[in-house]
């Protein structure tokens, strides 16, 4: 199972990008660590989630 932001998901041949989107995400207010790694945002549709991926997803949040 897939460790993304501390729980654990089955993950069944998913890009990230699909993943992202699929949970909500807004792609263009995060960043995304991947195994250890920070993740350009025009590779996250070239990652294919693996059961054995530590992902962080961390959302940026406007303010004052």
């Known amino acids: 199972m897939a460790e993304i932001n501390g729980k654990y998901e089955e993950i069944n041949d998913v890009n990230l990008l699909d993943y992202l989107i699929k949970n909500k995400y807004r792609v263009d207010r995060i960043?995304?660590?991947y195994n250890g790694d920070i993740v350009k945002k025009s590779d996250f549709e070239k990652i294919n989630i693996k059961n054995t991926d530590k992902i962080e997803i961390v959302c940026?949040?406007?303010g004052g």
């Open 60 to 62: 940026f949040v406007g």
């Open 31 to 33: 960043v995304v660590d």
